[in-house]
């Protein structure tokens, strides 16, 4: 897998006037190859890691039931009818076939409701991780390359945030801005970025002794792209690796936020607040609160076992064994 | 030496703690619809404009912003962190009351996760890829990815429900005479010697105990876990085993000790995942504490409660990670600058 560090010095792709145009191509047709290359090896180590390719397969069929949800939903998760309030999942007594997994307590296809669920909990999950990498990343390759005052300012921010417990600070951002999809991912981006700004920033120290680094700026290179096309390819695998394990962690948060009625609101279906629902029913109607919490444990599992074989894969040196 | 670092460690929190106060402090005030007078009165009805103006003074609030900040951080330190508008009491007091508790579960749940993962972390290194190290990292897996409150709703329904094992809710029936002394249950139960009330204390205690303690049953055996596979492999253990030693006095007395020296820091550490986790687990068990206190306060808009209580918890939060660091620096030899 070392292959993939490879990385050609883009002091020669960049080119200057006399350079015929022809080389750039012919540089950048290696750089192509190389990228197939290397998506190739890993995917040939994916298959190899059972545990990581069954989490990237459950993965894949919750995301294409959450975008494909308004087409494969059996009932509508909105409007339910009184009638069938309680309506026990069809395997249980008194169940009935067409509602697979029982109704809640205003009669509303559970299934269905869960289904919908995944909207909110993949969406939230994979935004808050990719805002959170977004501002972590780019701070923590500035913080890391210049270092001075703007390293100076942005540790001490990430120290500050790092002694809150996440819960209670996302609590607090919701308190504030009020429920919503939005103001979910942005309260849990708010303290989110620090663990990817930390792992950048770290490995950016490190990179920048390197020999690459070192030849990229003796060839004239200007700093941006010396930090975008030189360190950050060879940092990327450990970024992913994180986002995808803290992935997993955003949708617990986010479940956990909606259980305390901090969510996305109460029209939405979301499972953290179906679980908080169900939770006055639970000794007589069991399915509404441990079901949807059923299909949160297997997408949070899931995740973290592709995001466990990422690591082994494209980060070796943090295997646990 | 070690004193020196650990000196410079307690410095080094001083002003974290005071960024979190400041930080607390911004949010609450720069927040829209959070003016405090406004919050009061929307609880009291109708008032005049000239008792809005004697609130507005006595809480500071006519005052530029920096003024009010040095009123609430001296208020800080003399333990006042103002007045719950819901409860009309003050906020510290409102806190401490629940402390306890609080305390209690977390050291419940402690207790239950070092009484798991310790045992199991060390199976698994020992009899590694064997049937039970793969059915227990297996579970642990289980472990890191669940999430507390529908675990908390699954022992219920187990334990409570259907086998009727535990109780589900509160720390002590009322049919259950108590004598409170210091607010801990099992130490007043022991204390006045009340064995009824110990029993039911601790049956209390158990599932969300189990519920906040798995997580970090978890995490902790799988640490101990690999630290013990990374020192089983060093010279020192070959060389004990080649002295003759019993297989029992090389993992207990040579390994573990030294493997548990990283994971004594996360086990310090652990102690914020408790305290994020406790709102959670005192929501579902209908526990009492802090974590109760702090996410009904959220609900209902009590802003200085929150505050209080946002703080409280960030500064137990510094606390641990500073415990965690002087225990690593006293456990472990290395350190001796």
């Known amino acids: 897998m070392d292959s ?9 792709t960049a080119g200057t006037a006399s350079q015929p145009l022809q080389q750039n191509m012919y540089l950048l047709a290696i750089k192509l190859r190389l990228l197939r290359q290397n998506c190739q090896s890993f995917l040939r180590q994916l298959c190899r890691h059972p545990s990581a390719l069954l989490g990237a397969l459950v993965i894949i069929l919750y995301l294409l039931a959450a975008v494909f949800a308004p087409y494969i939903i059996p009932q509508d998760p909105f409007i339910g009818q009184l009638g069938n309030r309680l309506l026990p999942p069809s395997w249980a007594e008194g169940g009935q076939p067409e509602y697979l997994l029982g109704c809640d307590e205003l009669g509303r296809d559970l299934l269905s409701r869960i289904i919908y669920g995944a909207r909110v909990s993949i969406g ?61 991912i942005m309260a849990l981006s708010f ?21 690459y680094v070192e030849a990229a700026k003796a060839s004239g290179q200007g700093d941006l792209t010396i930090m975008l096309s030189e360190i950050l390819p060879n940092i990327v695998h450990s970024v992913i690796v994180l986002g995808t394990l803290r992935m997993g962690y955003m949708i617990i948060m986010e479940a956990s936020l909606s259980f305390l009625g901090l969510g996305v609101g109460t029209r939405i279906p979301a499972w953290g607040s179906m679980i908080a629902n169900g939770r006055q029913f639970m000794l007589n109607a069991w399915w509404i609160s441990t079901l949807p919490g059923l299909a949160l444990l297997i997408l949070v599992l899931s995740i973290n076992l592709l995001g466990e074989g990422l690591r082994d894969i494209l980060d070796p040196r943090l295997k646990i064994d | 030496m070690k004193l020196a670092r650990i000196l410079e460690r307690i410095l080094v929190s001083i002003p974290i703690m005071l960024g979190i106060a400041i930080i607390v402090f911004l949010f609450m005030r720069l927040t829209p619809g959070a003016d405090p007078v406004d919050l009061m009165m929307g609880e009291a009805g109708h008032v005049s404009e000239q008792e809005m103006e004697a609130l507005r003074q006595e809480f500071h609030l006519d005052k530029p912003i920096h003024i009010q900040l040095y009123h609430f951080l001296s208020g800080c330190l003399r333990g006042d962190l103002g007045t719950s508008y819901i409860k009309r009491k003050p906020v510290t007091t409102l806190i401490l009351e629940c402390l306890p508790a609080t305390i209690e579960l977390a050291l419940g749940a402690l ?4 009484l798991i993962s310790v045992p199991i972390g060390i199976i698994s290194a020992v009899k590694q890829y064997s049937f039970i190290d793969r059915a227990s990292m297996t579970a642990a897996f289980f472990g890191i990815s669940m999430p507390p409150f529908w675990l908390g709703i699954i022992l219920i329904i187990v334990f409570s429900a259907s086998l009727g094992l535990f109780p589900s809710h509160g720390r002590l029936p009322f049919t259950v005479g108590l004598e409170t002394i210091t607010g801990f249950y099992v130490l007043d139960s022991i204390l006045t010697r009340n064995w009824a009330a110990l029993a039911s204390t601790l049956q209390h205690l158990f599932l969300p105990s189990l519920a906040l303690g798995a997580a ?87 802003f200085p409660l929150v505050q209080g209580a946002v703080i409280i918890y960030a500064f137990t939060f510094v606390m641990a990670n500073l415990l965690a660091d002087i225990i690593y620096t006293f456990v472990n030899p290395k350190i001796e600058l």
Not at chain 1, 137 to 154: C, I, K, M, S
């Open chain 1, 124 to 184: 939230v999950g994979f935004l808050s991780v990719m805002v959170s990498m977004a501002i972590g990343v780019t701070a923590g390759l500035a913080a890391g390359y210049f270092r001075g005052w703007f390293d100076e300012v942005f540790s001490r921010f990430a120290d500050l945030l790092l002694a809150f417990p996440y819960l209670i600070f996302a609590l607090g951002v919701m308190m504030v801005t009020g429920p919503g999809f939005w103001n979910l």
């Open chain 2, 216 to 302: 970090t049953a978890a995490t902790v055996a799988r640490m101990i876990r690999s630290s013990m596979l990374e020192v089983l492999r060093q010279d020192y253990i070959v060389l004990a085993r080649a002295k003759g030693l019993t297989e029992y006095r090389v993992i207990v007395k040579h390994a573990l000790r030294n493997a548990l020296i990283p994971t004594v820091t996360i086990v310090a550490l652990q102690l914020g995942v408790f305290l994020g986790g406790n709102m959670i687990v005192e929501t579902v068990f209908g526990w009492p504490g802090l974590g109760r206190l702090v996410v009904d306060a959220i609900q209902r808009r009590d």
């Open chain 1, 191 to 211: 303290k989110g970025w620090v663990e990817f700004f930390r792992l950048t920033r770290g490995e950016t120290l490190s990179e920048k002794t390197k020999e």
């Open chain 2, 111 to 114: 207790f239950i996760a070092l």
């Open chain 1, 4 to 12: 993939k560090r490879i990385s050609i010095p883009s002091s020669q």
